[in-house]
């Protein structure tokens, strides 16, 4: 997949089909339009590109004192979700108050038309962009005579009888709920950063851990506890599991994400960069007595994690 930050640096385009989106997920819902958005550039041998924006529209817009929208997914993220689903081009537009004035009129006009020339336009049925959020799929349709493309709306998504959508996402993981999340995300949830020295304190009871440094600050991390992880370190996958809190037992007062690896045969991974992906979750974190309590729960945390990972490897 071609990606491009400024319409400057864009090739000349003769046709293709189009979406847009802040694609905040990239869930199953998402995914419904971007593989019909594939699916009808390949028959019509035209490029599919997609448009989205960089940062999130609801960070930018919010008021003063409002807490940061907690994202789902990195922008690096996006875009390999994007390109593994066979996207051919995607366009990241840098998003602000003045890119906010912009009409869903101009947008349509001097970006997609302009740059894009869409034979068709393919948006989910609730789609919104343009100052106040006045382009819709309605919008999109009464200007495609003028402008000689097609509008195509899909259909709202449903996996485990929940409606797909990046808020009810949002709730599930801040629910610690990752295999409900996983349903409707489609992949599993995980965050990418660079491995930090901790206090070395888990090491000390036989359960050394990576402590990650998230690459997004205002990625959504879940609910505190003990999960079953994998983790991804260059083209390896290793389980283990997780733990994300403030360590009570030693009076941590910062939290921290944190992983103990299944693996001996992994040691040194100060600076490196890995993503932790949460499968499943065992536990709440508690404070016990002292470190040897907590590391008979961790052998116990252990054998659990263990048997999830046979029964979900099995299936």
Not at 145 to 163: Q, S
Not at 166 to 187: H, M, N, Y
Not at 258 to 280: C, G, K, M, N, Q
């Amino acid at each position: 997949m071609d990606t491009y930050r400024r319409l400057t640096e864009l090739p000349e385009v003769a046709a293709s089909a189009l979406t847009i989106g802040n694609f905040d997920g990239l869930h199953r819902g998402h995914q419904a339009v971007i593989d019909r958005l594939v699916n009808f550039a390949r028959s019509r041998e035209i490029p599919s590109a997609v448009i989205t924006f960089d940062p999130h529209p609801g960070n930018v817009l919010t008021s003063p004192g409002r807490p940061v929208k907690q994202m789902i997914v990195t922008l690096e993220r996006k875009l390999d979700l994007l390109d593994r689903c066979g996207v051919d081009l995607a366009l990241v537009l840098h998003f602000d108050l003045e890119f906010s004035q912009v009409s869903a009129a101009d947008f349509l006009s001097r970006v997609i038309v302009a740059h894009f020339k869409p034979r068709r336009i393919i948006v989910g049925y609730d789609h919104h962009f343009g100052n106040r959020r006045r382009g819709d799929a309605k919008f999109l349709s009464r200007s495609s005579g003028k402008y000689g493309y097609k509008v195509e709306v899909i259909a709202g998504v449903t996996a485990g009888n929940r409606a797909v959508s990046s808020t009810a996402i949002r709730e599930l993981l801040l629910a610690g709920k990752c295999a409900e999340a996983e349903q409707l995300l489609g992949w599993t949830y995980e965050i990418v950063g660079q491995v930090v020295r901790g206090e070395g304190r888990g090491a000390g009871i036989g359960f050394p851990t990576a402590n990650l440094l998230p690459d997004e600050q205002a990625q959504l991390v879940p609910r505190d506890g003990v999960y079953v992880v994998s983790v991804l370190i260059d083209q390896d996958t290793i389980f283990g599991m997780g733990n994300i809190g403030k360590q009570p037992t030693f009076n941590g007062a910062e939290r921290s994400i944190e992983a103990h690896l299944f693996s001996p045969l992994v040691t040194e991974l100060y600076d490196r960069r890995i993503a932790i992906r949460f499968h499943h979750r065992l536990r709440d974190e508690k404070r016990f007595q002292d470190a040897r309590e907590l590391k008979k729960q961790l052998q116990q945390d252990q054998k659990d994690s263990l048997e999830w990972i046979a029964e979900y490897q099995g299936g």
